[in-house]
């Protein structure tokens, strides 16, 4: 009984020598090289009146354009409010049916939640095409 529990404790201290001492712990190796920075993806640049226009005139070469793609923009607040949980701002094309829709990641709630309607902004986003409204997701402000 008692040499089984001397092999009980040697046990995990003789593995946790080859854990330390294991391969790729030598002190002759090389260090692994560091990761490059992800860079952000480069933003295609548009005015809100401009990706109106062109999701109004022709929503098929629009999305080929513009959907997927990430879009800097801006414009006037039309609504702020939430949808189902994310912050979501409603930006003024000039068109009292349609506007462009902005859904902003959580963390930025607070700030977008201190600005007031009719208050120029300028946001980073992913277009997702138009259903009803240009939909804008992942928004950041500029």
Known sequence: ?????????????????????????????????????????????????????????????ADQRFKGKVLETGGNIAEIGRDAGPVVLMLDTGNPVTQVRAVFKEDLRFKVAAMKQGEPVRIRCVCDGRSGHVQLRDCELL
């Open 1 to 61: 009984m008692k040499a089984m529990r001397v092999s009980f404790v040697l046990v995990p201290v003789f593995l946790g020598a080859l854990a330390v001492s294991g391969p790729g712990c030598r002190k002759d190796q090389a260090a692994p090289a560091p990761v490059a920075a992800v860079e952000p993806t480069p933003a295609l640049v548009v005015s809100m009146e401009r990706l109106f226009r062109e999701y109004t005139s022709n929503e098929f070469a």
